[in-house]
């Protein structure tokens, strides 16, 4: 195992820049998601610290080792991709020891680590069938074993999951999060979807336009979002946003939307009156049929059983509402908000930096 250092790292297709001089350590035995919209720079750089792209300026070390001109094969990683590229004449078990028979290893050597890997992944019934004779998810997790084999000082996965389907993906993703608490290998793990990131990684780095916007825990994000790009990109369903004007009285301080309705904020917060912000409430922490002043009409209503969404106008804003239970409200009806100061993010309302 070993850890990953990234420093100053840029990436440029002639005059466009891709990735603008990114900063990040992994530290061994650590699972890392490189998260962001499409077009980000995320697959870019997994595929620089794979030695499958050039770097334009910066340094990139495994371990002790600086890597920039280490060919692929000897930066002792294995990588995952999102197409399983097995080889459709080869049985599993010749799939999965392939690499290990290019380098001239043992055969003795190869069946162990294939007959391991195998038992780890539950494909060792499956041995000997080719991968047409097996469903995607077997097939993900052959290309999976074929990484493990090798006993690579780093895995990196690019958008494995994306080909399979929305329950399949839940599963795999639960096996590859306790693959690596048994392993223990240091990994970088690539994809477009909040919700793959929350549950699997032990940090998340969020990224937009070539640019790490911020690092940190699952929650240290959801909790602080460090501006409104990451709030409004963690979290399902997403953080809902509303402009205001901060109104502030002495120690009380509300944000007075463009309706006139007015939100309660904690009065520590750095504003002062007349402030333009923008801010963000998640909707779980929005509180329905509630005392409170706030008013908002239902446009839509998505009852799921144990809980039930709501789709709401307020303040000329769509807000999502994610409340437990079910009701008997419709679409038309006005309804009461509750919202703590306490769960009210604030946004400055020109750079969209968080406000503390």
Not at 158 to 172: F, I, Q, T
Not at 220 to 241: C, K, Q, R, T, W
């Amino acid at each position: 195992m070993a850890s990953v250092t990234i420093s100053n790292v840029q990436k440029n297709y002639g005059a466009m820049n891709v990735l603008s001089a990114v900063d990040l350590s992994i530290a061994d035995g650590e699972f890392v998601v490189l998260v962001g919209p499409s077009g980000c720079g995320k697959s870019t750089l997994l595929r620089m610290i794979a030695g499958l792209e050039e770097i334009s300026a910066g340094e990139i070390k495994i371990g002790d080792r600086v890597v920039n001109d280490v060919a692929p094969k000897d930066r002792d990683i294995a990588m995952v991709f999102q197409s399983y590229a097995l080889y459709p004449h080869m049985d599993v078990a010749s799939n999965m020891g392939f690499s290990l028979m290019l380098r001239k290893t043992a055969k003795e050597l190869v069946l162990n680590r294939v007959g391991s890997a195998a038992k780890r992944l539950g494909l060792d019934v499956y041995l000997q069938r080719l991968p047409r004779q097996l469903s995607g998810g077997q097939r993900q997790r052959v290309a999976m074993g074929r990484a493990i084999v090798r006993d690579p000082k780093v895995f990196l996965f690019d958008e494995p999951l994306s080909n399979l389907d929305a329950k399949l993906r839940v599963h795999m993703r639960t096996e590859i999060k306790a693959l690596h608490q048994q392993l223990k290998t240091t990994s970088v793990y690539v994809t477009h979807d909040q919700v793959e990131a929350m549950t699997m990684a032990d940090r998340i780095v969020v990224m937009h336009d070539g640019v790490i916007q911020q690092v940190g825990t699952p929650l240290e994000l959801y909790d602080h979002p460090a501006n409104l790009f990451v709030a409004g990109f963690i979290g399902s369903p997403g953080m809902n946003f509303l402009p205001a004007v901060v109104a502030r009285q002495g120690n009380k301080v509300s944000a007075e939307l463009t309706d006139g309705q007015m939100i309660p904020l904690r009065p520590e917060l750095k504003v002062e009156d007349g402030d333009r912000v923008t801010v963000g409430i998640r909707p779980e922490n929005i509180e329905v049929g509630t005392s409170a002043a706030l008013k908002a009409k239902i446009e839509v209503i998505e009852p799921l059983g144990l809980s039930t969404q709501f789709y709401t106008r307020l303040a000329g804003q769509q807000v999502c509402i994610f409340a437990m239970g079910r009701t008997d409200r419709g679409p038309g009806d006005t309804i009461a908000l509750g919202i703590k100061p306490a769960d009210v993010h604030v946004f400055h309302g020109k750079t969209g930096l968080r406000l503390s």
